[in-house]
């Protein structure tokens, strides 16, 4: 019923600036709660942003506070991650999660999108 299309990843040097989208279809009026996590090789997925559109909020993981910006865009049902002063490690796959409840799991995922920084 949802649909997340992840997009704007690429090839960036360390210290530059990527903005990821999240193009959502479907159902997507239904959905509370956007969230990016981002999985590198060999490790877990982790949290890296989320926003609730009832009222506004975002949750960020500490390592990209200050750097990161999670936005949104009701009228085209698109959610964004602004990426500044990137890091080597920030190097992964983005994934977008959506749900419509604020806690628990998330239900839908996209496919994801590569970010790699170089050194």
């Known amino acids: 019923q949802v649909q997340l299309i992840e997009s704007g990843g690429g090839l960036v040097q360390a210290g530059g600036s990527l903005r990821l989208s999240c193009a959502a279809s479907?159902?997507?009026?239904?959905?509370?709660?956007m969230g990016w996590f981002r999985q590198a090789p060999g490790k877990e997925r982790e949290f890296v942003a989320a926003i609730i559109r009832s009222n506004s909020r975002t949750y960020y993981q500490d390592s990209v506070k200050g750097r990161f910006t999670m936005s949104r865009d009701n009228a085209r049902n698109t959610v964004y991650l602004q990426m500044n002063s990137l890091r080597f490690e920030d190097t992964a796959v983005y994934y977008c999660?959506?749900?419509?409840?604020?806690?628990?799991?998330?239900?839908?995922w996209g496919q994801g999108t590569q970010v790699t920084v170089s050194a």
């Open positions: 999660g959506a749900s419509a409840s604020t806690v628990g799991a998330y239900e839908f």
């Open positions: 479907g159902r997507s009026y239904s959905m509370n709660r």
